[in-house]
């Protein structure tokens, strides 16, 4: 069953041109994980410096893989001193029978 991640992000104003960057690389490899089916950036209008990554996964089995990849060695150690706020990521599974 496909799997749908969001993952709610917000910078600090003075890093926004470093996060994007890293955004960039970092999502380019999520993009080409196993399972992978696609990842879009929703920016905020009203605050550039808040995104959301809009991931969506072949499988729960697909994103326990990456999470697992990157809690280990695909580990992101540049994003924390970027974030103005603790991240959020939400997981939800797509329900076709509603």
Do not use: Q
């Amino acid at each position: 069953m496909t799997l749908i991640a969001t993952l709610d992000l917000t910078f600090k104003a003075e890093s926004l041109a470093e996060a994007r960057a890293l955004l960039h690389t970092v999502l380019a490899e999520t993009r080409a994980f196993e399972g992978c089916l696609g990842v879009e950036v929703w920016v905020d209008e009203e605050n550039e410096a808040h995104v959301v990554a809009y991931e969506t996964w072949e499988s729960a089995e697909a994103d326990a893989k990456y999470r697992e990849f990157r809690a280990g060695p695909g580990k992101i150690t540049e994003l924390p001193p970027l974030l103005a706020a603790t991240p959020a990521l939400t997981k939800f599974t797509v329900d076709s029978s509603i």
